[in-house]
C-alpha cells in the first residue's frame, strides 16, 4: 500500500454470539488478494472466542469519555475489519464510525451486517433492531439458520426485499459465504448515506420547512438555508431521544 491510499474500513455489525469473527476469518481467508493485509478491532466488552488465535493483527477497541471510538488502525493493514458492540445501538456506533474512520485516515468500505437467525426467530420484537442495521449495510449474511423452517427464513428476508433494501442479502453455509471478494467489493449498497464521501443536502425556508432548491418564495426575500441531509436514525426529539427508537439488544443477551 502506497503512503497515498487509505486503508479500506469495514464495519461489522450483528449481535454478540451471532458468530461474527468466524463468518469474518472466512472473508479474510478467501477474499482478499495476495499483497492485503488485514487487521481486525473487536469491542473491547466482546468475550474471548476460539477464533481470535487466527484473526490478523487482532486488537481492541474502547468507547472514551465523549461517546467516541477510542483506538487507532493497526499500522500496514490495508483492510481493516471493525467488529462493533454486539450489546450496543448499532445506530450510536454508526454515528460515530465515519469522523473515527476519517480521523484515522482510512475509507469506509462497506457495512457488514450478520444476523444470528434463531436469536431473531425467538424473539420477534427485535425486527426493528435488525431493521436498523440493514438501514446502514450493504451486505447483510443470515446466519445460525440450523434447525429453522425454510418458510420462517424466507419471509424474513422477504420483510426487507419487499421494501426494496438495495443491500446484498446471502445465506450463510457452514460459516462461509458464496463468493468472499464479491462480499468485500467496497461498491456502495447501503440505504443510508451517512458513510458517503459526499453528503446530500437539505434546503428550508425561514421558517424550518424543506424546501426544494430552485422554489421561490411568494416575497422573494426569505432566505434559504442549506444543511447536510440527516439521516433517520440519527434524528433527536427535543431532550435527546432518538426520533426513531430501537429496542436494547442488551436486554434480550
Not at 480521523?103 to 426467530?121: E, K, L, Y
Not at 420477534?124 to 440493514?134: I, K, R, S, Y
Not at 448515506?193 to 421561490?216: L, M, N, P, R, V
Amino acid at each position: 500500500m502506497s503512503a497515498l491510499e487509505k486503508p479500506l474500513v469495514y464495519l461489522i455489525l450483528g449481535t454478540t454470539g451471532a458468530g461474527r469473527r468466524q463468518v469474518l476469518l472466512d472473508l479474510i481467508e478467501d477474499g482478499l488478494s495476495e499483497g492485503e493485509r488485514a487487521a481486525v478491532m473487536l469491542a473491547d466488552v466482546e468475550p474471548a472466542d476460539e477464533t481470535d488465535v487466527k484473526l490478523p493483527m487482532l486488537t481492541r477497541w474502547s468507547w472514551n469519555e465523549d461517546g467516541a471510538i477510542s483506538g487507532p488502525i493497526p499500522p500496514g493493514a490495508t483492510h481493516v475489519f471493525f467488529i462493533a458492540n454486539g450489546r450496543r445501538s448499532p445506530v450510536d456506533q454508526a454515528e460515530v464510525f465515519k469522523p473515527w474512520v476519517e480521523a484515522q485516515g482510512g475509507q469506509v468500505a462497506r457495512v457488514i451486517c450478520i444476523i444470528d437467525a434463531r436469536m431473531a426467530q425467538r424473539n420477534p420484537p427485535l425486527l426493528a433492531w435488525f431493521e436498523a442495521c440493514v438501514h446502514f449495510s450493504d451486505v447483510v449474511l443470515l446466519n445460525k439458520r440450523e434447525g429453522l423452517e425454510n418458510k420462517w427464513v424466507s419471509d424474513f428476508l422477504g420483510h426487507f426485499k419487499d421494501q426494496y433494501y438495495p443491500c446484498h442479502f446471502e445465506l450463510v453455509k457452514n460459516g462461509r459465504v458464496h463468493n468472499p471478494a464479491l462480499i468485500l467489493d467496497p461498491q456502495a449498497r447501503r440505504m443510508t448515506h451517512a458513510f458517503d464521501d459526499e453528503q446530500d443536502w437539505i434546503f428550508t425556508d425561514s421558517e424550518g420547512e424543506i424546501i426544494d432548491e430552485q422554489e421561490e418564495t411568494k416575497n422573494g426575500e426569505d432566505e434559504i438555508e442549506a444543511k447536510p441531509e440527516e439521516d433517520p436514525y440519527f434524528e433527536r426529539r427535543f431532550g435527546g431521544r432518538r426520533v426513531k427508537e430501537i429496542p436494547d439488544i442488551s436486554k434480550f443477551q
